[in-house]
């Protein structure tokens, strides 16, 4: 099988490139990948090279394919695996895989690690790491962007399972958010954040009574809240504010107010940021719990935090990065019984805009940049669709298709972009 995809050689230094795939052993599956969501994690990996801890020393000589967020549909099942895996099934893939080696465990992931496994292909080999880690998942819902998005819903529903909170007395750690307490997500419309409020409106159990989103952008909020209004999480029991900090004199005052002054029970940071971290350490209830989900690049990255409160109001911080397989099922679960990710999505693309938009990430507006590796197609905005339709037939009926859905992706603008757009 040829296939065509996005190697990394080392820092910076990506090629879009067409090679043949080895045949599949009895214990690996042959894929075709449809889609695939280009995660800041990966803009990581690009800059950092083999510094990355994922990444392998040698991969100058032997190149991993990019992409960890990606879709799409089994082609060829090995003979281990056809008891479980059929052709035709459409699938999701949990790229956060674990494995022992010896009294060491290693930290390999497609879209980092391997040189036949990765978003940014046509075709991929699934290898035994990724199946008997129970990492590919059977994906039932309808299009292939949603599964795509799984892993970063899946993430957010990591970070809500990791919080925890304690009894007096006890030495026992109740995990999870606090049922009907008061939750925060700072710098949060972006598009993680985005996946948290979804979730968090949406899961059918532990809702907080309310949830404050913040952000200093007025267009960033402005687009959140139309994609998730607070009527939507008021059918739900939360209300939900948007709140911008830079349009207050004091935001953790401005915080505080809106929770009775009694604290928050979770504060989400979604941003590498030391003021938005002593910000959410500031607004801390009685056994609050910070759950720091930004990773930050440098090494050195350090904040403040209240030690008088970790002794004497029992605060605490978490650190969450990726969910595990239990997250991913429950993101497909959720997706499939109508949950859909499509507000996470501004922009799409096909594999020969995936170098410059995973190269420029950090200095592209908007949300996820989805990928679809079969068609040829300049990295374009979804809000874009109705100038260029002007004169673009392609994009003329696509700007129909979102209209339908305000603006937002969906299945039907999938089918029809695999069908019209040109192919790679």
């Known amino acids: 099988m040829i296939t065509k995809a996005v190697r990394l050689y080392g820092k910076n230094d990506l090629r879009l490139e067409e090679f043949e795939l080895p045949a599949i052993n009895e214990d690996e599956i042959l894929a075709k990948v449809v889609s695939d969501s280009i995660c800041m994690s990966s803009y990581k990996a690009a800059t950092l090279g083999t510094e990355h801890k994922r990444v392998p020393d ?41 494995y022992e080696d010896g009294p060491v465990g290693v930290l390999s992931a497609p879209g980092y690690s391997y040189p036949y496994i990765g978003g940014d292909a046509t075709y991929v080999i699934i290898p035994k790491d990724v199946l ?10 309808p299009g292939y962007y949603p599964a795509s998005l799984a892993e970063p819903l899946s993430c957010v529903i990591g970070a809500m399972h990791a919080n925890y909170h304690t009894k007096p007395g006890s030495y026992i750690h109740q995990m999870e958010i606090k049922d009907g307490g008061k939750m925060a997500i700072l710098a949060g419309v972006g598009p993680m954040g985005l996946a948290a409020i979804n979730y968090v409106i949406h899961r059918n159990h532990r809702n907080p009574s309310l949830l404050v989103v913040t952000d200093i952008s007025q267009e960033r909020l402005d687009r959140a809240a139309s994609i998730f209004p607070p009527r939507l999480a008021k059918d739900k029991g939360i209300k939900l504010v948007y709140l911008n900090t830079s349009k207050v004199p004091n935001p953790v ?3 505080k107010i809106l929770a009775d002054d009694e604290g928050y029970d979770d504060v989400f940071v979604f941003a590498p940021v030391a003021s938005v971290i002593e910000q959410g350490d500031s607004i ?10 930004a990773g ?16 004497y109001a029992s605060t605490h911080i978490v650190g969450t990065s990726g969910g595990n397989n239990d997250d991913m099922v ?16 501004t922009h799409i693309g096909g594999l020969n805009a995936v170098i410059d938009t995973t190269l420029n990430l950090p200095n592209i507006p908007g949300g996820k940049k989805l ?9 374009t905005a979804i809000d874009n669709f109705e100038k260029l339709g002007k004169k673009n037939p392609m994009f003329f009926e696509l700007a129909k298709l979102v209209a339908r859905t305000k603006g937002l992706w969906n299945v039907d603008a999938e089918e029809y972009l695999l069908e019209n757009a040109e192919k790679i």
């Open 330 to 345: 429950e993101a497909l679960d959720c997706m499939a019984h109508g949950l859909d990710p499509a507000g996470l999505v």
């Open 371 to 379: 990928i679809y590796n079969h068609i040829d197609l300049p990295l």
């Open 296 to 311: 930050p690049s440098n090494s050195e990255f350090s904040a403040k935090m209240n030690f008088y409160n970790v002794h």
């Open 132 to 141: 008997d880690q129970d990492c590919l998942l059977v994906y039932n819902g």
């Open 253 to 255: 005052s401005a915080l």
């Open 284 to 293: 801390l209830a009685n056994d609050g719990c910070l759950n720091f989900f």
């Open 58 to 98: 040698n991969a100058v000589e032997n190149p991993p394919i990019i992409g960890h967020e990606f879709a799409g549909k089994i082609i060829e099942v090995g003979a281990k695996w056809q008891h479980k895996f059929k052709p035709g099934q459409k699938y999701s893939i949990q790229p956060a895989i674990y």
